[in-house]
Structure formats: C-alpha cells, structure tokens
C-alpha cells in the first residue's frame, strides 16, 4: 500500500465505526483502516456487515471484525463496544453514525415516531460514548467523531423535522462531551455532512418529488444545486474529514462542528 504524505498515526489504533456496512460509515472505516487501524464495523444485518468486512480486508490489509448490533437498543450499544474491545484489545476511535431518517411533517409522526428517532439518533451516540468512554480514557489518542447533518443547523426541506432536532440535539450532546473529554484528553468533534449520494438518496429523492413536485430528476438536480458547487458529495469526501478528526494530526481541534456540504450552509 502507498504510505500517506501525512503520517495520521491511526496504524495500531482500534476504531469502533457505527453504520459501517454501506454508505458514510463504510467509507470512514475504509479511511481508517487504510491508514492502518484496526477497525470494528457495526450495522444491523450480519450478512450485508460480513461482505463489507470481507471487502475491507481485501482492500487494506487491517484487521477488521464485525458487531452485528442495533444501535437504537440500549443493550445493543454496550454489546458493541465490549465485543469491539474484546476483539481488537482496546478502543481509540469511536464514530457515531447512524444511516436511517425518517421523513416526515408534524401531522406524521406520532409520539412513538419522536421516540425512535431519538432512541436512534440521539441515545444511539450517548450510549455508545457512554460504553467506550472508560476504553477512551486509557487510550493516548482518545477520540470521539459524531456524524450529524445539516439539518441539524439549517433545514431545506420539509420532513427534515424529525432529523433536524434529534441532530441539533447531538450537535449540543458533542459539545458537552468535549468538555468533560478534554481532562482525559479525549477530543470530541462532529462531522456535518450536507447532500451526499448515499444508498438512501433515492428513497429520498422520491419523497421529495411526490411532496414538492416534479420528477426524480428535478429532486436530484435541487439537490445538486443545494451545494454551491452543483454537485452532490461523495460517502469518501466526509470519511476524509472524519478520519482527519480521528487522527493525531487533530490534536488542537475538539467540540467542533465540521460542515462537509459543498457550500451549502448559508450562515455564517
């Protein structure tokens, strides 16, 4: 493999990557296991996780395990981070990620749908801090990187409702956490990814286009034109920044929000 330009001093670092099967969190495990830690995916479907581990293998040469765990179930999170532990004999990284949303407006979601969306993303990443924060504090290069949305700090479209408070709330969560983080020199940040061309984008797509409109193609050029530079993301461009925050080379940088959206943030 082609050694870095830049020296992240991951090699030897164990990571915990939640939602890692497809999508963003694949890409972040990927960028760290290419940069030589040994990385624990975890995702809800035990086969769909092996074939993705099976794929890191191959293409870094890092140890990769799995956890086949649901990061909204309370004991599901502790479960995680012992069996990551156990197999890989410690834990230095832990990237809160979470894959699903739900898309709705106010008159859709029930009090049972708040619930989940909370339990999934906002107790998913408290949980998970929670059970590796005792594995964090032994580590010399401790490190928690929670992957949000914008839609936790500038909502576009209606159905990000449910979205943008349970990000919101773990962009405040993050925040907190870096300062009860920074005596153990623990550093806690977020990455904030904008319009991403994700497995989910069509499913998403199609509900923007029955409720706004149009066609498929006039959501994804919407879409595409949410970015300044007229083109949606890729899973790797946020893995980039993700895997940066994770690294020693992010020493002086903690309870931070990361925007990863092409410009399409409109506040300053």
């Known amino acids: ?27 972040v495990a990927r960028g760290l296991a290419q ?60 990237v809160n990620n979470v894959g699903q949303i739900k898309l709705a407006g106010i008159e859709e979601l029930s009090d049972t749908d708040w619930h989940t969306e909370i339990e999934r993303n906002v107790m998913s990443a408290i949980r998970c801090a929670r059970a590796a924060w005792p594995h964090l504090k032994k580590s010399s290069q401790g490190r928690v990187v929670n992957i949000t949305g914008l839609a936790g700090k500038q909502v576009y479209l209606p159905g990000d409702m449910a979205t943008s408070l349970t990000k919101a709330s773990l962009n405040s969560f993050t925040k907190t956490l870096a300062h009860e983080g920074a005596q153990f020199g623990i550093l806690v940040n977020n990455v904030c990814p904008g319009p991403i061309e994700t497995e989910g984008m069509p499913e998403r797509l199609e509900w923007i286009a029955e409720r706004l409109g149009g066609t498929i193609e006039d959501a994804w050029k919407n879409r595409e034109n949410a970015s300044i530079l007229k083109r949606l993301g890729q899973p790797e461009e946020v893995a980039n920044v993700a895997v940066f925050l994770a690294s020693a080379r992010a020493s002086f940088v903690t309870g931070v929000t990361v925007e990863v959206g092409g410009g399409s943030a409109h506040y300053i």
Do not use: F, N
Request: proline content about 2%; aromatic content about 0%; some cysteine.
């Open 1 to 27: 493999d082609k050694e870095s330009a830049v020296d992240m001093e991951l090699k030897g670092k164990c990571a915990l990557v939640g939602g890692s099967s497809q999508g963003i969190g694949h890409a």
């Open 35 to 94: 940069e030589g830690a040994s990385v624990a995916l975890c995702a809800r479907r035990p086969e769909v996780l092996e074939k993705a581990a099976e794929k890191l293998r191959a293409e870094t040469g890092s140890k990769i395990t799995t956890v086949a765990a649901d990061l909204s179930k309370p004991e599901d999170c502790e479960r995680a981070a012992a069996e990551a532990v156990e197999a890989l004999g410690g834990l230095d990284v832990l």
